[in-house]
C-alpha cells in the first residue's frame, strides 16, 4: 500500500459509494442507527487517509464495499456495518482496539478485535500463521457470530478484487478461500458467497479451464432457455390453475460445480446435462401452512412429469444443520433428461441465500436451527481447545465440520440427530457423549447388531452398545469422520501415552544437550515432516518405542542447519530423517535418475512466476509423490525448508492445505524447457465391452504412439465386461490426454480417463 492524496473525481466515487450503503441500510427493516454509521465512516476515512490498495484505488473503498456485503448481501445491521468500516484500522494504522472501543462501545470493539489478523500463537513463531487467524476467527465467533459473517463479507470482496494481487498471493488466496471459507459459507447457510467464492476461486486457479466453461455457457445459454420455457410452461400453468402466488426462476450450475462434475465424472461439458434446476418459491404468509402447500405443489409436478423414485429430499421436515429448508424433487422432463426443481417458501428462500443472518427477521425464542448452530460453534471450540493442535492437522480436523453432505439418524426414542454423511456407529457415540464414544464397542443399527465402524445412511435407527471393558484404540481415526470424534479420541489416546510421550520427551531433550541444541518448534516441526507423523507426540512415542534415534535425527538436523538451503544435492540423497523402513523406497525411486542433477536455487523471488525447467542438464523442481503432476498441468509450486520446490497439481488435497496454511511459501509456476523425453509417470483406468483381440489392439495402439512408454497394464474382465489400468511414461499431459482419445477410439472401450 502507497500513500496518495485523493483527486476530486475519488472522493466523489467514495462519496456515492458510502451513500449507497446508507441507501440500503435506511431501505432495511433494521433500526436506523445513521449518526453512529456515519462517525464510523468519517473515523476510517481519516485513519486510511492517503493509503491505498496494490490496484491504485484509495484504501477506504474496501471497508466501504464490505460493509456493503455485510449490510445488503448479508442482511447485517448498524453495528456490523460499523464494524465492517473499521476492521482494517486497527491492522493497518496507530490506533488500537480500545481507541475503537472509546469511540464506539463495547460491541463494534469486540467485533474490530476479531477481525483483526494476528501471527505466532499456538502453532509457534516458524508454524503457520494463517492457521491462527481461523483459530482466532473461531473462538471470537463463540462469543458473536456475527465477527465470522464479517470475515465473510471481507474475504468476498478480497476475491473480488483478486486479479490486482501478484500470482503467488492470488493462489494462496484462492487456495485458503476454498479449502476454509467456501466450507464455512456453505456451513453457516450464505449460499450465494458460497457458491461466488467458489467460482472466483476455480477463475485464478485454472484461468483456461474457467474461460472455456464460461464461453460455452454462453454459447448454449439461447438454446438451454428454451428447453427451460418449454419445460416450466406446464408447471406454471398448472401453478396458475391452483391459485397460488409464486415465482418461477431458472437457476444455472454455477461454473465451478460444473467443473468439479467433468472432473468427477471424467466427461465433456456436452454430457453435463443437469446445468440448470427449477426454483419454485412461493407465498405463504402463514408459516404453520409452508409444509402443507410445499407438498400440495410437489403433488401438481409429479403429475406432470415422471418423478426419480430416489431423488426426493425433504429439507423442510427435518432442514439442514445450516438452517436450510425446502422440498427437493427430480423429474424427466420432454427431452428425456432429468431436472431438479427446488420448492421453497419465501421465508425459506431468504434463509437460503443470507443464512443465519435472516434468521433474526423471523425470530421467536431460539429455533431448531439455531440449537443446531450453537452445538456446531460448541465442536468447534472443543477442537480449538485441544491442547498442542499441529497446524495443517488442525485444519483438517476444522475442514471435517465444514462438511457439504449430510444425513439424518434417529435414537432409539426418535430424536433426530444430523451428521456428516459417512458418519460410523462410532462418531454418532462420539456425538452423544465422549464416554459412550470411548467405552463404544458396536451398534444396533435399524434393530441389527453391526461393528462400530459401519457407515450410517439418512434414516437410521441407531442405538450405542458400549463395554466398561473397552479402551479406546489408535486405528479408529481411520474411520471416524467427525471433528468431534477425533479430537476427543486423541485427547484420550494422548492421556493414555502420556507416560512413553514424557520418556520421549526426555530422551530427545538429553540428544539435544548433548548436541549443545534446544528443542524448537522448528526442530518439532521438521522431524513431524521427515517421519510422516501427525504431532510431536507421535514423535516422542517414536522415540520411546525405539523407533525413533534422537541422536541421529538431532545431528542430522544440525548437520542441515550448517548446510544452508542454497547449497546443491544430488537427487538421489537420502534424508537423514526418512525412517529406515521407508528409506529403500525413497532410495528406489531416485536411484532411476540419479545422473541428473537437481540446483536448488539460492534466491526464489516469491512474487514472481517460477519457471519450471527439465532438460537434459538442469531440473529446478521435484514433482510431488501425493499427485504426480505432468507437464502442462495447473500446477504451483511449493518452498520447502532446505529450498527445494516442490511441484503439485492445484487439484491436489494435499495442495489445498499447503495453500491454506503455509500460503507464504506457495510460487506461482509456468513450465519452461523440458527434455522432450517421456519420464513422468501417469496411469489410465479403461472400462468397456469385452471382446476377443480388444487387449491385443490396445496394446499395439499405444506400442505405435510416439513419445509414451508402456510400463504396466492389468486387466479384469467379468463376464462381458472389463476394466483395468494402463501405466505409461509420458513428455507431458497433452501426450495422456492424445492416448485417452485414442483408447476411446478402440471398439469397445466404453471409458478412459487418467487417475
Request: one cysteine or more; aromatic letters at 8%.
Amino acid at each position: 500500500m502507497n500513500q496518495q492524496a485523493n483527486t476530486p473525481e475519488e472522493e466523489r466515487i467514495i462519496d456515492a459509494a458510502f451513500q449507497d450503503v446508507l441507501q440500503g441500510y435506511l431501505n432495511s427493516n433494521h433500526r436506523k442507527k445513521v449518526e453512529i454509521i456515519e462517525r464510523a465512516y468519517k473515523f476510517a476515512k481519516n485513519a486510511h487517509a492517503g493509503v491505498r490498495r496494490r490496484s491504485g484505488e484509495p484504501y477506504i473503498l474496501h471497508p466501504i464495499a464490505v460493509a456493503r456485503i455485510a449490510s445488503q448481501e448479508i442482511g447485517l445491521g448498524s453495528t456490523s456495518i460499523c464494524a465492517a468500516l473499521l476492521h482494517d484500522v486497527v491492522e493497518d494504522t496507530d490506533y488500537t482496539v480500545e481507541d475503537i472501543r472509546a469511540q464506539f462501545g463495547d460491541k463494534i470493539a469486540q467485533l474490530v478485535e476479531g477481525l483483526t489478523k494476528i501471527s505466532g500463537g499456538i502453532f509457534g513463531e516458524h508454524a503457520s500463521a494463517q492457521a491462527e487467524n481461523f483459530r482466532k476467527l473461531l473462538l471470537t465467533m463463540n462469543d458473536d457470530i456475527r465477527v465470522v459473517l464479517l470475515k465473510m463479507a471481507d474475504r468476498l470482496h478480497n476475491m473480488r478484487t483478486l486479479g490486482s494481487m501478484a500470482p503467488n498471493k492470488q493462489y494462496k488466496i484462492a487456495g485458503e478461500t476454498l479449502y476454509i471459507y467456501a466450507p464455512l459459507a456453505h456451513r453457516l447457510g450464505l449460499f450465494s458467497i458460497k457458491t461466488e467464492l467458489e467460482d472466483l476461486s476455480f477463475k485464478y486457479e485454472h484461468p483456461a479451464a474457467y474461460k472455456e466453461i464460461s464461453d460455452k455457457i454462453e454459447a448454449t445459454e439461447r438454446e438451454r432457455r428454451m428447453v427451460y420455457q418449454d419445460f416450466a410452461g406446464p408447471i406454471e400453468k398448472k401453478l396458475n390453475e391452483m391459485g397460488i402466488t409464486y415465482d418461477a426462476k431458472y437457476r444455472l450450475k454455477s461454473i465451478y460445480s460444473i467443473w468439479r462434475k467433468m472432473e468427477n465424472k471424467k466427461i465433456p461439458f456436452e454430457e453435463v446435462y443437469d446445468l440448470y434446476a427449477m426454483r419454485i418459491i412461493f407465498d405463504c404468509p402463514d408459516p404453520s401452512m409452508e409444509k402443507e402447500l410445499s407438498w400440495r405443489i410437489y403433488s401438481a409436478i409429479t403429475d406432470i412429469y415422471k418423478l426419480h423414485p430416489d431423488r426426493t429430499r425433504d429439507w423442510i421436515s427435518v432442514p439442514k444443520a445450516n438452517g436450510y429448508q425446502a422440498l427437493h424433487l427430480t423429474v424427466m422432463g420432454h427431452d428425456g433428461n432429468w431436472v431438479e426443481i427446488q420448492i421453497r417458501s419465501r421465508r425459506m428462500d431468504d434463509i437460503a441465500e443470507r443464512g443465519f443472518a435472516a434468521h433474526w427477521k423471523y425470530k421467536d425464542g431460539e429455533s431448531d436451527e439455531e440449537r443446531e448452530l450453537t452445538l456446531w460453534i460448541q465442536t468447534i471450540k472443543d477442537i480449538l481447545e485441544s491442547p498442542e493442535p499441529n497446524a495443517i492437522d488442525f485444519l483438517d480436523t476444522l475442514k471435517l465440520n465444514l462438511f457439504a453432505s449430510e444425513i439424518v439418524v434417529f435414537t432409539p426414542k426418535g430424536e433426530p440427530i444430523t451428521l456428516p454423511a459417512n458418519a460410523t456407529v462410532l462418531d454418532l457415540a462420539f456425538y452423544l457423549h465422549s464416554e459412550l464414544g470411548l467405552r463404544c464397542i458396536a451398534g444396533k443399527v435399524n434393530h441389527k447388531l453391526v461393528p462400530l465402524n459401519s457407515k450410517l445412511q439418512s434414516g437410521d435407527q441407531v442405538e450405542i452398545i458400549t463395554s466398561d471393558s473397552q479402551t479406546p484404540q489408535p486405528e479408529w481415526l481411520n474411520f471416524l469422520a467427525t471433528a468431534k470424534a477425533r479430537t476427543r479420541l486423541r485427547q484420550a489416546l494422548r492421556r493414555d501415552h502420556q507416560p512413553m510421550i514424557e520418556k520421549g520427551r526426555k530422551l530427545l531433550a538429553e540428544a539435544l544437550e548433548k548436541a549443545g541444541m534446544e528443542e524448537t518448534n522448528e526442530l518439532l516441526t521438521k522431524m513431524m515432516g521427515y517421519y510422516h507423523v501427525n504431532s510431536r507426540d507421535d514423535i516422542y512415542m517414536g522415540i520411546a518405542r525405539n523407533e525413533i534415534n534422537p541422536a541421529d535425527s538431532v545431528a542430522a538436523f544440525k548437520k542441515k542447519n550448517q548446510g544452508g538451503a542454497g547449497a546443491m544435492f544430488k537427487k538421489y540423497l537420502i534424508d537423514p530423517f526418512i525412517p529406515a523402513k521407508k528409506s529403500a523406497s525413497a532410495r528406489d525411486r531416485w536411484q532411476a535418475d540419479e545422473d541428473e542433477d537437481l540446483i536448488i536455487p539460492a534466491n526464489v523471488n516469491l512474487k514472481e512466476t517460477y519457471v519450471l525447467v527439465d532438460d537434459d542438464k538442469t531440473r529446478n523442481y521435484v514433482t510431488a509423490d501425493c499427485c504426480n503432476p505432468l507437464p502442462g498441468d495447473d500446477v504451483m509450486g511449493f518452498l520447502e525448508d532446505n529450498g527445494t520446490v516442490t511441484v503439485h497439481s492445484l487439484t491436489c488435497p494435499r495442495a489445498a492445505v499447503l495453500k491454506a496454511t503455509y500460503g507464504g511459501r506457495i510460487l506461482a509456476t509456468r513450465w519452461g524447457r523440458l527434455s522432450g523425453v517421456p519420464k513422468f509417470r501417469a496411469t489410465v483406468s479403461i472400462e468397456g465391452i469385452d471382446r476377443r483381440g480388444i487387449l491385443r489392439e490396445i496394446t499395439a495402439m499405444v506400442s505405435s504412439a510416439s513419445g509414451i512408454d508402456i510400463r504396466s497394464f492389468n486387466i479384469e474382465a467379468t463376464d462381458e465386461v472389463f476394466s483395468g489400468s494402463l501405466t505409461v511414461k509420458v513428455v507431458d499431459a497433452d501426450a495422456i490426454d492424445e492416448l485417452i482419445r485414442m483408447l476411446k477410439e478402440v471398439n469397445g472401450v466404453t471409458s478412459a480417463a487418467r487417475l
